[in-house]
């Protein structure tokens, strides 16, 4: 059957409808004895805010090519051996090595002022402090007019971003403003975006090219702000120079020095930003199975990536995800002893540089792949898992429909779900697999502010996890794993056939893509 068309099914509406799993859909529902352990476990005897502590306040973020990701790759895998679960890392490639030191940075002029703001990933250290005069960019029209400013920011430090003029987030506005000055600032806010934008284009650079011809014209040091738009929270991506320091600087103390410096008051700043280039380093996925015993060749799939960005901690991008996984393999390790099929989990490395460590072991894994019952992904935020879609999977209907059935009410009901649904193309890892053709569900979460506050932010720590919410998934994901792994039926992996564009055109299947193995291939 070929299917061309959306339909969502509530999930409570799928489970009605099949029979095989146990336990009747109702208030007073009668669990199957495994999943009412998993329950009972998870309630009374988690794991989860111990393990929170030794990954994120212990070992910290993990952004790839460091030491604090090795480590955490090391501790997942003795956190799996303590639970008898077979576990070994499995390299996919190598990436730079670099190591964050401290970052220091002060106005000394015209006042002192100690600022808040963080070396990007990969920035080159400061063989000792710099001070500096702080510039802004020119009111050029044209490359010719830029570049003829360039050579003035020898020796100078470089405010590289749009300036800020209201550091509010758009919710206060709202909740403050008249209905008249909110749609005011919000046209001027978009207006200034837009003017920026236009700006960098006109002088003929972009957010790479730019801090690069700034280095070459002999900068001391570039200053962005990557505002959220949330009061406190700024993203820490990477820096795009190779022998001067790059920071980000806190949208308010940006505002300030901007001030400053538009308006010819000249401040100075000290940067100290110590950091470490390292030799290159191995890039490891973290790999648990538990055997299966009456079909060890086929495999149900838990899914997470391990690294992060290193602005913060890494807690609910993919902390959360990566302690889900985690508590899931304890508790069907503790309650589930003969499991049909083999249960693996893929603590994925290089998710942040495009998917690199499950495209990896996709690539490395043939055989595996032709073996796969089901991938279960979860990857944005804290938050209860509210969608499954069927990721262009003609019968994921089917068989969802079935594992749902098992999962405690109170968990399945706060689930909607869209079938066939599309293929995911990226955005995480339940991609990789789906582009190959394996069925790979992205358990989405309830976002907590995802987006705006703890995405790649500072401000992505311990504390922004709700750990009802992550039992909650845990309980989903060890039900799906058990239901899957007990289905008497293989699943089906007939495709969906795909709608047109916007152009009439028939939209394609994802491609596979292979991962970056070196640093060098990352552009």
Request: proline letters at 5%; aromatic letters at 10%; glycine letters at 8%.
């Amino acid at each position: 059957m070929k299917i061309n068309t959306f339909f969502a099914v509530p999930a409570v509406l799928l489970a009605a409808q099949f029979s095989w799993a146990q336990g009747p859909v109702n208030s007073k529902e009668k669990l199957n004895p495994v999943i009412e352990n998993f329950v009972n476990e998870i309630n009374r005897s988690s794991q989860l805010e111990d393990m929170a502590h030794e990954l994120l306040d212990g070992i910290g973020p993990r952004l790839v090519g460091t030491p604090e990701m090795l480590a955490a790759n090391n501790w997942t895998a003795d956190k799996l051996r303590s639970w008898g679960v077979e576990a070994n890392l499995q390299q996919f490639g190598t990436w730079k090595g670099w190591q964050r030191g401290i970052t220091h940075v002060d106005m000394v002029y015209p006042r002192v002022k100690s600022l808040s703001a963080t070396q990007l990933a990969w920035s080159p250290a400061t063989k000792r402090a710099i001070e500096a005069e702080v510039v802004v960019l020119p009111k050029a029209a044209s490359k010719a007019e830029f570049d003829q400013w360039l050579p003035s920011v020898k020796g100078k430090i470089v405010l590289m971003a749009q300036y800020q003029k209201i550091g509010r987030s758009d919710e206060q506005i709202k909740e403050f403003a008249t209905p008249e000055l909110y749609e005011k600032l919000r046209a001027q806010k978009e207006q200034d975006s837009k003017d920026f934008r236009d700006y960098v284009k006109n002088i003929g650079y972009d957010n790479n090219t730019l801090p690069e011809a700034l280095e070459k014209a002999g900068a001391a040091g570039i200053a962005i702000s990557n505002w959220t738009g949330i009061m406190g929270a700024n993203r820490i991506f990477g820096a795009k120079t190779s022998k001067i320091p790059m920071i980000d600087i806190d949208v308010e103390d940006y505002g300030m020095l901007f001030r400053m410096a538009e308006k010819g008051s000249k401040p100075k700043i000290k940067v100290e930003a110590q950091s470490t280039v390292l030799p290159d380093a191995k890039t490891f996925n973290t790999v648990g199975i538990i055997k299966g015993k009456e079909k060890p060749n086929e495999y149900v799939v838990l899914s997470a990536h391990l690294d992060s960005w290193d602005g913060a901690q890494g807690a609910t991008d993919n902390g959360t995800g990566v302690l889900t996984m985690l508590e899931t393999m304890r508790i069907l390790k503790k309650y589930y002893p003969n499991n049909k099929r083999t249960i693996v989990v893929g603590l994925w490395g290089s998710e942040e540089q495009g998917l690199n460590g499950s495209r990896g072991f996709v690539a490395d894994n043939p055989e595996i792949m032709k073996g796969v019952q089901a991938v279960f992904n979860q990857d944005n935020g804290t938050g209860r898992v509210v969608n499954i879609s069927g990721q262009g999977f003609v019968h994921a209907y089917d068989y969802i429909g079935r594992w749902l059935n098992g999962v405690p009410k109170n968990v399945r009901d706060q689930i909607k779900t869209d079938f066939p649904g599309m293929p995911g193309g990226g955005g995480s890892d339940h991609a990789s697999f789906v582009a190959a053709g394996v069925p790979g569900f992205s358990l989405s979460s309830l976002n907590w502010g995802y987006f705006g506050y703890t995405w790649h932010t500072t401000k992505d720590t311990y504390d922004k996890i709700v750990f009802d919410e992550v039992k909650n998934n845990v309980i989903l994901t060890a039900s799906l794993a058990y239901m899957a792994s007990e289905d008497p039926e293989f699943t089906n992996r007939e495709k969906r056939e795909m709608p047109l564009d916007d152009k009439g055109q028939v939209t394609k299947w994802p491609e596979v893509k292979q991962p970056r193995r070196d640093s060098r291939d990352f552009k």
